[in-house]
């Protein structure tokens, strides 16, 4: 009788999912206002970091809701937001929200020439390991996407002196396909996860009939790919414009 053959040992490190997704305010492609099928999506995907895009905090537009905090709060998620405009009481910007031990490093603004627009920085621990996490939120101007995203990889962000051994994830809404001068800048110093992942790119703008692919994850030398998906259900087609993106990761 022949003996069974052993199974290789599996590969050491941590397995993350990461998910970036422009929320459009909660409001759906049905024109629906509603926090909780946002957390509704993200609860079916089940991520261990998230970096949401397109929220508002106090805007009498969405009824003076904190979309950051009611996403998170359903979600049992602790989270940190920052705000890219900030008027009066009403602000609109970005999260990252995770389950996982995590700190606030930095929240600043971007050089903009047309709609302000701003990047958070945290850092996630997940058991012996940390990441960097950045999530941003880009222009709509080629010039200012260039400068933002030049910006985001100079000392003060990615390029941060202290960043260079440890391993670092941008996530965020690019406005920037595959062609464009921003995506470009960013391919150069990182790996864009749909790429590195198994099956085939996928666009993600707009939800319904999907032809662009704007929102990206990109992660750093030492992060492996184990995989890459943009959701596309009945309920990710209604619950916002984007299409969210999940990666697999081992850090």
């Known amino acids: 009788m022949s003996a ?88 609109y910007g970005d999260a990252v929200l995770t389950a996982l031990p995590m700190r606030f490093v930095k929240g600043a603004m971007l050089p903009s020439s047309g709609e302000q627009r701003g990047a958070l920085w945290t850092e996630v621990t997940a058991g012996d390991r940390t990441v960097q996490v950045f999530n941003t939120h880009l222009g709509l101007r080629r010039r200012d996407r260039v400068s933002q995203m030049t910006t985001l990889l100079g000392p003060g962000w990615l390029g941060n002196a202290d960043n260079a051994d440890k391993p670092r994830i941008l996530i965020g809404d690019l406005n920037s396909i595959g062609r464009s001068a921003s995506y470009r800048l960013v391919a150069k110093h990182m790996k864009d996860v749909q790429l590195e992942a198994p099956r085939r790119p996928q666009p993600t703008f707009p939800s319904r009939y999907p032809v662009m692919r704007l929102d990206h994850i990109f992660v750093s030398e030492g992060i492996e790919v184990l995989d890459a998906e943009v959701i596309s259900t009945s309920l990710t087609r209604r619950a916002s414009d984007h299409l969210p993106l999940l990666a697999t990761i081992r850090l």
């Open 4 to 91: 069974t053959p052993q199974q290789p040992p599996a590969k050491p490190g941590t397995i993350l999912k990461v998910l970036s997704y422009n929320v459009h305010s909660c409001i759906g492609t049905d024109r629906k206002l509603d926090c909780a099928r946002i957390a509704e999506v993200i609860a079916s995907i089940a991520p261990d970091i998230i970096g949401l895009q397109e929220l508002d905090v106090g805007r009498r537009r969405t009824g003076g809701a904190d979309q950051a905090h009611i996403v998170a709060s359903l979600l049992r998620m602790e989270f940190h937001f920052h705000a890219a405009l900030h008027v009066a009481e009403e602000r």
